[in-house]
Each structure stands twice: as C-alpha cells, then as structure tokens.
C-alpha cells in the first residue's frame, strides 16, 4: 500500500471519526491517542500551566464524545477542528479563571535554573507583548508544528495572511527578546 504517510494517516483520521460517530469507543480512543498531545501543547500556549492544560485537554476529549457529530470532513480537516475546540476550550477557562499572576518558584543551583526562568520570563513577556494573532500563529507554527495551511485552516484566515502574521510576529519577537537582553545567540559565519 503505497502513498505518502500524510496519506496514510489521514485515512486512518477519516476511519476513527467515523467510527467515533458511530459511538466505537476505538475510534475515540485513535483520536485521543493521535491528538491529545498537540493538543495538550496548544493549550499550555494559551494558558501557561502545564497542569490546567492536562485538564482542559482531558476536558476536550471527554466533550469530543458529544460534539464529534459536528465535524464534518469536508468543511476542515480534523486536526484543525480539533485545535478550534481546544482553542475555545482554554479561551472560555481563561475568562472564567481570570488568573492573578504569581511570581515562579526560585530553585538554589549554579545559576543555570536561573538562566532559564528569565530566558522563560523574558519570551513569555515577549510573547505577551505581541497582539493575540501574530502570538498565536507563532505559537500554532512553532511550538504544536502546524503548517501555513493548517494555520490558516485553524484560524480562519488566508494562507497568505498567516505568512505575514508569521513574519510581523517573529520579527517583532526578536526585537522585544533584544531589547530584553534576551535574544538568542546566533553562530557567527566565519569568511
């Protein structure tokens, strides 16, 4: 069976949605088990708490149950779908939470967990910074690993569009990890 193994998986998508709609547990079961951790990783994007992101994605998937009725496969494909009801899913706990910002926990070391909580401060305040489209298409682009297309799909913008979010986002980015003192280093190309 030959095909590319994009292919391949999105058939096996198509089998368990429609076996999921069904009511097959198994189908259910392939969706959480392919998605859950793409899905887990977006959400912590939005709300910044590992542990509240486990549970809204466990949420998202007990509620897939009920709502996978309403996908339909020719509107979107399903890992966009999926990644809109998550994104509503920690939108509406942001807004029920409406959380006061704690300061981290400090650890004692050589300094290096210290290098890393302000390198994690500073590209979270960076990230902030940014207006919410460009901060989510970064994230969409560079931390879950969708495409342009899935972006675009996900978002409900143009491809084009997110290409431009994309770069007006990385390049505003830099400039607020620079002028935190922040910026990654780069190699230096040697002539």
Not at 80 to 89: E, K, Q, S, T
Not at 119 to 125: I, V
């Amino acid at each position: 069976m030959g095909g590319r193994p994009e292919e391949a998986d999105s058939r096996l998508v198509q089998d368990a949605v429609a076996h999921a709609k069904a009511g097959d547990p198994e189908g259910l079961h392939f969706l959480y088990l392919r998605y859950a951790p793409d899905v887990e990783r977006y959400v912590n994007s939005v709300v910044h708490d590992r542990h509240e992101a486990e549970d809204i994605t466990q949420g998202v998937f007990a509620k897939l149950i009920t709502t996978i009725g309403k996908y339909e496969q020719r509107e979107v494909p399903f890992t966009a779908w999926i990644l809109r009801v998550a994104r509503n899913a920690a939108l509406d706990h942001m807004r029920a939470r409406r959380a006061i910002p704690t300061e981290d926990v400090r650890v004692a070391d050589n300094g290096q967990a210290q290098i890393g909580l302000d390198r994690s401060r500073a590209l979270r305040e960076a990230l902030e910074e940014l207006p919410d489209d460009q901060r989510e298409v970064l994230v969409l682009r560079h931390v879950v690993g969708l495409s342009p297309l899935e972006i675009a799909e996900t978002i409900g913008k143009t491809e084009s569009s997110v290409h431009g979010l994309h770069h007006r986002g990385r390049r505003s980015l830099r400039a607020s990890l620079t002028e935190l003192g922040a910026a990654p280093v780069v190699a230096a190309t040697f002539a």
